[in-house]
């Protein structure tokens, strides 16, 4: 990491906030896990104010629990908060499908189905290809969510998304779960090439029902 005084505090903790993130997706962080302040104060050459600050960060997003007197820790997702999140994404994604089936051009169209190509390709690859598939997947919702133009929804959706991915991982492990989400896939794009917003809509509320049961 550039060192404290190289950076502005802003982009320092904003530094910090990106790395911690990336470990607790990566489980180096658990779910759970009390953060050790003082040691990653150390580990990083930096003190612990900007290290607070990039907790506080994480602690909106809710990766991050505060608590009085004891710190902080690793959130700990609830069955019943990783139904609230996916109900809440499938009512943003899903109308977003819909807008996106009716408004987007014939070159935005050709973007999702080539992020959507991209995917099945990573999915043949098995195990090899996993990390690409998440990151591909998560492109192909977010490049939608840009289509629809409605950057509230983006804003939200990509809140909620840190949350899932707390779980997320997990569920499209579980055996034959990534070959569902590529079939739920291939009905979204079907539909959006149909320029059907119902179907589309309808498609995409499937996807997340379906990825809320293997999460859970």
Same mark, same amino acid.
């Given at each position: 990491?550039?060192?404290?005084?190289?950076?502005?505090?802003?982009?320092?903790?904003?530094?910090?906030?990106?790395?911690?993130r990336e470990?607790?997706?990566?489980?180096?962080?658990?779910?759970?896990?009390?953060?050790?302040?003082?040691?990653?104060?150390?580990?990083?050459?930096?003190?612990?104010?900007?290290?607070?600050?990039?907790?506080?960060?994480?602690?909106?997003?809710?990766?991050?629990?505060?608590?009085?007197?004891?710190?902080?820790?690793?959130?700990?997702?609830?069955?019943q908060d990783?139904?609230?999140?996916?109900?809440?994404?499938?009512?943003?994604?899903?109308?977003?499908?819909? *807008?996106? @089936?009716?408004? #987007?051009? !014939?070159?935005?169209? $050709?973007?999702?189905?080539?992020?959507?190509?991209? +995917?099945? =390709? /990573?999915?043949?690859?098995?195990?090899?290809?996993?990390?690409?598939?998440?990151?591909?997947?998560?492109?192909?919702?977010?490049?939608?969510?840009?289509?629809?133009?409605?950057?509230?929804?983006?804003?939200?959706?990509?809140?909620?998304?840190?949350?899932?991915?707390?779980?997320r991982q997990?569920?499209?492990?579980?055996?034959?779960?990534?070959?569902?989400?590529?079939?739920?896939?291939?009905?979204?794009?079907?539909? *959006?090439? @149909?320029?059907? #917003?119902? !179907?589309?809509?309808? $498609?995409?509320?499937?996807?997340?029902?379906?990825? +809320?049961? =293997? /999460?859970?």
């Amino acid at each position: 990491m550039t060192s404290e005084q190289s950076l502005a505090p802003r982009a320092l903790y904003q530094e910090v906030a990106e790395q911690l993130r990336e470990r607790i997706f990566n489980r180096e962080l658990p779910p759970g896990s009390w953060i050790d302040e003082l040691r990653l104060a150390k580990d990083y050459g930096i003190s612990r104010t900007p290290l607070r600050e990039a907790l506080k960060v994480l602690a909106t997003e809710g990766l991050v629990t505060m608590k009085v007197r004891r710190g902080a820790y690793v959130t700990e997702v609830s069955e019943q908060d990783l139904a609230d999140v996916y109900h809440v994404l499938a009512l943003l994604e899903s109308d977003a499908a819909g *807008l996106v @089936a009716t408004q #987007a051009s !014939a070159d935005e169209l $050709a973007q999702l189905q080539s992020l959507h190509q991209e +995917l099945v =390709a /990573a999915a043949r690859q098995g195990p090899a290809g996993r990390t690409a598939f998440f990151s591909l997947n998560e492109q192909f919702h977010m490049r939608l969510l840009d289509i629809a133009r409605n950057r509230w929804s983006r804003q939200l959706s990509t809140d909620l998304r840190k949350v899932m991915k707390l779980n997320r991982q997990h569920s499209l492990l579980k055996q034959g779960r990534i070959q569902e989400s590529l079939d739920e896939h291939q009905a979204v794009m079907d539909a *959006l090439l @149909a320029r059907d #917003a119902a !179907a589309a809509a309808r $498609a995409m509320k499937r996807h997340f029902e379906n990825g +809320l049961e =293997a /999460a859970t």
